[in-house]
């Protein structure tokens, strides 16, 4: 910071969102990858009013974890990157009980957390709560876990549509999407 | 990878009739992609829905998720979370960050990512003939 600038209470300059994109373009190409990743870029964006009350409306969750799978290596708390461990369709879990979902699949911050509480990458239980105290109308029966795929193709032409038609069928309102 | 994913099935999910809100950390892929809600939440990937241990900051998160469902007034809403990972910012420094691997770390994580990928092949090949 120049020193005109001193005592407005600035924050330091790092202490901004991350440039993911930036960093990951530069990381790969470091490890000898010449082709930078195209990301998914839209100018457009879709939108639909809410046409109820949040306290009518029924509400799923849906999370690119994975269900632990025994026999697929370490899967955490603190497991390293596990390829093993990833999915490639979309699967569906009861709403109403608790499941045992890992992210050792997910290019997670592994220097600075762990894994240790689900409740960080998978809000289900909270969900429910909303739901019991009457934040939302209903949750959804069923939650739904969205496979992370490379490929833009197979995740916009398979697995959107796939995802859609689970929350047709179980006449969600609305849809929280949580990232990893 | 996986915030662009989410960010792709929000969007066919809303172009068909079905409200959604993003809960995620890494604003600028979320953002570039596009999508009707946001909650962003400045820690570390893997926390979207709050800090680890803290039921607190986990209601908390998820309540303005929800508000922001009937609150954002046109598509491309982002809302930043008050929380705080950490007074000191420079875990931010960390992530993916080239500059601060020695080329023997980075020779590895070379070998380590084409492993990785290898074993992601396999379990998609097992997938398609079972």
């Known amino acids: 910071m120049s020193r005109a600038n001193e005592g407005f209470g600035y924050a330091p300059e790092e202490d901004a969102p991350i440039p993911y994109m930036h960093r990951i373009r530069e990381y790969y190409l470091a490890l000898g990858y010449r082709s930078p990743y195209r990301w998914a870029h839209y100018t457009e964006v879709p939108f639909q009013p809410m046409d109820k009350p949040l306290a009518e409306s029924r509400v799923a969750l849906i999370t690119t974890a994975a269900l632990y799978q025994p026999g697929k290596g370490d899967q955490g708390p603190g497991a390293p990157y596990n390829a093993a461990a990833k999915f490639y369709t979309v699967y569906s879990g009861d709403g109403a009980v608790d499941h045992d979902v890992r992210i050792s699949h997910l290019g997670i911050d592994r220097v600075h957390t762990t894994a240790e509480d689900s409740n960080t990458w998978f809000p289900l239980p909270q969900l429910r709560r909303c739901g019991a105290a009457g934040l939302i109308g209903e949750m959804a029966p069923r939650f739904h876990g969205l496979p992370t795929n490379r490929s833009h193709r197979t995740t916009i032409e398979i697995d959107c549509p796939e995802l859609l038609a689970r929350c047709q069928a179980d006449r969600v309102d609305a849809a929280i999407l949580v990232a990893n | ?130």
Not at chain 2, 4 to 25: D, K, P, Y
Not at chain 2, 76 to 97: E, F, I
Request: aromatic share 8%; charged share 25%.
């Open chain 2, 1 to 130: 990878m996986c915030h662009q994913t989410v960010s792709l099935a929000a969007r066919h999910l809303e172009q068909n009739g079905i409200i959604t809100v993003v809960m995620g950390c890494a604003k600028d892929i979320v953002e570039y992609c596009g999508v009707p809600r946001f909650l962003f939440s400045d820690f570390p990937l893997g926390n979207a829905a709050g800090r680890p241990r803290d039921p607190q900051s986990q209601r908390f998160t998820l309540e303005l998720a929800l508000r922001l469902l009937g609150a954002a007034p046109a598509p491309r809403t982002t809302v930043q979370s008050p929380l705080r990972w950490s007074d000191d910012p420079s875990w931010k420094l960390d992530y993916s960050n080239i500059e601060r691997l020695p080329p023997d770390e980075i020779r590895w994580r070379r070998q380590e990512f084409d492993r990785q990928k290898e074993i992601a092949r396999e379990v998609r090949d097992q997938i398609a003939s079972p």
